[in-house]
C-alpha cells in the first residue's frame, strides 16, 4: 500500500466547472505539498500546508490532519489548468508522492 | 535568478557505463532533494542534503552516489548503469527541509539500453 493515495487518477472538465482532487496518507506529516507537473514535465510547488486551508486565485488547499484527508480544489477550471496534480507528504527525512492525477480541462 | 538548473536535459547509456547528472540552485538554499520518476509511479526520493558536506539516503538510494561540497551544487552519480535506471530525474531545492516550498529543475531523460 502506498503511503500517499490519490483520486481520481484521471480526469475530464468542461472549461469552467469546479474541480475537486482528493489525496489521503496513512502517515504522521510535517506537511502536505500539492505539486503541478505541466504537460511539458516541469514541476511546480503550489501549496505547503500543515492544517486548515490556504488560497491562492482560483486554486485552493486543505487539510484534514484527523482524517489524514487534504483536497486541492479549482474553481472556474480552464484549459491551461490542464496537467498532472501530485500530492507529496513530508515526514522525518522523507517525502512521499501520489502517482498524480492528471487533469484535462475542455474548452 | 535561474532557479535550478540541470544538465543535461537528455542521455542515453549502455549499460555499465557511469555518469553525473548535474544540479545547481542559485537561491542558497541549504536542502537539496533528487529524486526520480518512473512512469505511473510517483516520484521517489533517491538523496537529500541538509548543507554542504552532508548528504543523506532516501528511498530508493541503491546505485547511486551524491556529494555536496558547495551550497550550490549537487551532483547525482550513477556507476555501472542498469536499465533499472531508465527514469526521470528531478532535482530540487528548498530553504527549510519539511515545511517549506520545493523548487524543482526541469528534469533530466535517463535511458540506458
Known amino acids: 500500500k502506498n503511503e500517499v493515495e490519490q483520486s481520481p487518477q484521471n480526469l475530464t472538465a468542461q472549461e469552467g466547472e469546479f474541480i475537486t482532487i482528493n489525496c489521503s496518507y496513512s502517515?504522521?506529516?510535517?506537511?502536505l505539498h500539492w505539486l503541478q507537473q505541466h504537460p511539458g514535465g516541469g514541476i511546480v510547488s503550489l501549496f505547503m500546508?500543515?492544517?486548515g486551508k490556504k488560497k491562492h486565485g482560483r486554486l485552493i488547499a486543505t487539510i484534514n490532519i484527523q482524517e489524514k484527508h487534504s483536497s486541492l480544489h479549482i474553481t472556474a477550471s480552464h484549459p491551461r489548468d490542464s496537467a498532472v496534480y501530485i500530492c507529496?507528504?513530508?515526514?522525518?527525512?522523507?517525502?512521499?508522492f501520489g502517482t498524480g492525477t492528471s487533469l484535462t480541462v475542455i474548452p | 535568478n535561474a532557479g535550478v538548473t540541470q544538465t543535461p536535459k537528455f542521455r542515453i547509456l549502455k549499460i555499465g557505463q557511469s555518469m553525473t547528472l548535474q544540479c545547481t540552485q542559485d537561491?542558497?538554499?541549504?536542502?537539496m532533494y533528487w529524486y526520480r520518476q518512473d512512469p505511473g509511479m510517483g516520484l521517489k526520493l533517491i538523496y537529500y542534503?541538509?548543507?554542504?558536506?552532508?548528504?543523506d539516503k532516501g528511498e530508493v538510494p541503491n546505485g547511486y552516489n551524491v556529494s555536496r561540497s558547495t551550497t550550490e551544487d549537487f551532483p547525482l552519480r550513477l556507476e555501472l548503469a542498469a536499465p533499472s535506471q531508465t527514469s526521470v530525474y528531478f532535482c530540487?531545492?528548498?530553504?527549510?527541509?519539511?515545511?517549506?516550498?520545493?523548487?524543482f529543475g526541469p528534469g533530466t531523460r535517463l535511458t540506458v539500453l
Open positions: 500546508l500543515s492544517s
Open positions: 507529496a507528504a513530508s515526514t522525518g527525512n522523507q517525502f512521499y
Open positions: 542534503s541538509v548543507g554542504a558536506g552532508i548528504t
Open positions: 537561491m542558497n538554499h541549504n536542502y
Open positions: 530540487a531545492s528548498s530553504y527549510v527541509l519539511q515545511t517549506d516550498t520545493q523548487y
Open positions: 502517515v504522521g506529516i510535517s506537511a
